[in-house]
């Protein structure tokens, strides 16, 4: 696997890293790091303090590479720079295709006062226009906490039964999760109207069918960690998966790309783009690779 990490010198930035060194990989990936320099109408000016402060952002860049090789090498990561002065989505784009990338990592907001760059908007337009897979990370920990590497990790897949969530699916299980200090919960969301009372159910017979195939999934995955599952129906599918992330205190959230299920219910492409901005925990989206 080829990953790329955006780096912008914010904590974000660097949460994101060390959210990536603790995802159990198979075969670890190995990391392109992008940092963007932008300029400001102040940085154009041809003046001895202009150019002194461009040399200081990429001193200071260098740095920031710095503290992301001690987070990832000691995890056995192979790493590479790429700093270029450019819009950041852009850039990360355009690497991200000359290299083959499978997965972009993001933090999700953050403003550097050296870079100027808002990663919040950068993360959002990435994670639109992007021919892989992308991770936007959000850390759980409290200013002032550390995470330790045998804390529970807890994983949440929104399935649907489309090609996309299974492929949701696919990436999730590519990783060798710890039996002991993970756990899996896969939920099914059925959308209802919104005018059927909420003690009715809308539709029994999906409901069943749904129980069913999560079922049998999960039993499919027992060996590897503890997986649970659910099937509710909901007028508002991404509220409800950003809900039950919060009951479940989730680290990590598998979303499908795009796509409805058989009975055209669930259109995980906005519930995606919801869920980038709501969720509180990090949001993976599953694309198959489509650089060529």
């Known amino acids: 696997m080829h990953a790329l990490l955006a780096l912008d010198g914010s904590e974000e930035s660097l949460e994101a890293a060390k959210f990536l060194a603790r995802l159990p990989f198979h075969e670890l990936p190995k990391v392109t790091v992008v940092t963007a320099l932008v300029d400001s109408q102040f940085d154009l000016v041809t003046s001895q303090m202009g150019l002194q ?15 992301v090789k001690e987070i990832l090498e000691p995890a056995g990561m192979q790493l590479e720079h790429v700093i270029e002065r450019r819009h950041p989505s852009r850039l990360i784009l355009d690497v991200a295709k000359q290299r083959d ?3 972009i990592v993001l933090g999700a907001r953050g403003h550097s006062a050296i870079y100027r760059v808002v990663l919040g908007s950068t993360a959002d337009f990435v994670a639109n226009h992007t021919k892989c897979s992308v991770l936007v990370v959000r850390s759980r ?8 590497d045998d804390e529970q990790f807890n994983v949440l897949l ?10 949701a699916c696919d990436q999730l299980l590519s990783l060798d999760w710890p039996e002991l200090t993970s756990k899996i919960h896969i939920a099914m969301m059925l959308e ?22 999560l079922a049998t999934l999960c039993g499919s995955l027992a060996q590897r960690c503890e997986v649970t599952h659910s099937v ?35 259109f995980l492409g906005s519930t995606s783009r919801y869920l980038l901005h709501h969720a509180d925990c990090s949001v993976w989206i599953a694309r198959e690779k489509q650089w060529n």
């Open 101 to 103: 990338v499978d997965l």
């Open 141 to 148: 920990t409290e200013p002032g906490q550390t995470e330790t």
């Open 192 to 213: 209802r109207p919104k005018l059927i009372p909420d003690d009715v159910v809308y539709d029994p017979g999906v409901l069943i069918e749904s129980e069913e195939s």
């Open 232 to 266: 509710k129906e909901t007028v508002h599918v991404g509220s409800a998966l950003r809900v039950l992330a919060e009951q479940k205190k989730s680290d990590l959230l598998f979303l499908g790309d795009t796509g409805k299920s058989a009975v055209k219910r669930f």
């Open 53 to 67: 402060l461009r040399e200081a952002e990429k001193e200071t860049a260098h740095k920031s590479f710095q503290s």
């Open 158 to 167: 929104a399935h649907d039964g489309s090609s996309q969530s299974k492929q």
